[in-house]
């Protein structure tokens, strides 16, 4: 029972980490506006969230032994590949930050996530009253 509780919400429980993650990079990206050479990073969400529904993560690389003493590991800190955003217009400084952009991105992903806050509400309601009948 709980096995299938868990696979009904897996979907939106994955969708909205990446959302709030999404939501932490453009933020930076706005943060970081006027931040001399600084590149404006995001992610392809549908891809991303595909290859997470598929349980493959981006990014694991295998960390460099330069030493007999070093431990074995994976570069799997991040949860998804982020990208440089290629520049409408090129700026003096180097920054590749378009707020106009940033700022509807930041505005999109805002909405999707509140979308799927409510939409995964109302799952859980639809299931309490199931429950409670």
Do not use: C, W
Not at 108 to 121: K, P, R
Request: proline fraction near 3%.
């Amino acid at each position: 029972m709980v096995s299938k509780i868990d696979e009904a919400f897996a979907f939106q429980e994955k969708a909205l980490g990446l959302r709030a993650h999404r939501q932490q990079v453009l933020a930076a990206n706005i943060a970081n506006a006027d931040t001399p050479n600084y590149k404006a990073r995001d992610f392809d969400f549908a891809s991303t969230l595909k290859a997470a529904m598929a349980g493959r993560q981006g990014g694991d690389l295998p960390l460099a032994q330069t030493a007999s003493g070093h431990l074995s590991g994976s570069g799997a800190g991040a949860p998804v590949r982020l990208m440089y955003r290629v520049p409408s217009q090129g700026s003096v400084d180097g920054n590749t930050v378009d707020m106009d952009i940033e700022r509807g991105q930041f505005s999109e992903n805002a909405v999707q996530y509140e979308a799927g806050l409510t939409f995964i509400t109302h799952q859980i309601k639809l299931l309490n009253a199931a429950l409670q009948s």
